[in-house]
Nanobody, 115 residues
Framework: QVQLVESGGGLVQAGGSLRLSCAASGSIYRLNTMGWYRQAPGKQRELVARMFSGGSTNYLDSVKGRFTISRDLAKNTVYLQMNSLKPEDTAVYYC?????????WGQGTQGTVSS
């Protein structure tokens, strides 16, 4: 079993910052991908950023230059530093772990950006 526990969401004004954290526990393998997705009301869930165990990353185009994903492999923890936030970044942010072709999800944390 794998569990993902997220923290760090909240309410911030436009231009502000939030830092999300996600700690994975259970049967975690060395080769995996951890990342963040988000889902705004009435919209589909979308990939925000992910980091492969080798260190390479993918980012949603609209967050490039503003968001930074990082990982602590020893702690099985992934972080998302979100700067220069915009109201359109408002969403529920979900942590994701992909290993051995199985997706695991956190419970989600709300990030709200006021204008």
């Amino acid at each position: 079993q794998v569990q993902l526990v997220e923290s760090g969401g909240g309410l911030v004004q436009a231009g502000g910052s939030l830092r999300l954290s996600c700690a994975a526990s259970g049967s975690i393998y060395r080769l995996n991908t951890m990342g963040w997705y988000r889902q705004a009301p009435g919209k589909q869930r979308e990939l925000v950023a992910r980091m492969f165990s080798g260190g390479s990353t993918n980012y949603l185009d609209s967050v490039k230059g503003r968001f930074t994903i990082s990982r602590d492999l020893a702690k099985n923890t992934v972080y998302l530093q979100m700067n220069s936030l915009k109201p359109e970044d408002t969403a529920v942010y979900y942590c994701n772990l992909l290993q051995i072709y199985i997706d695991y999800w956190g419970q989600g944390t709300q990030g709200t950006v006021s204008s």
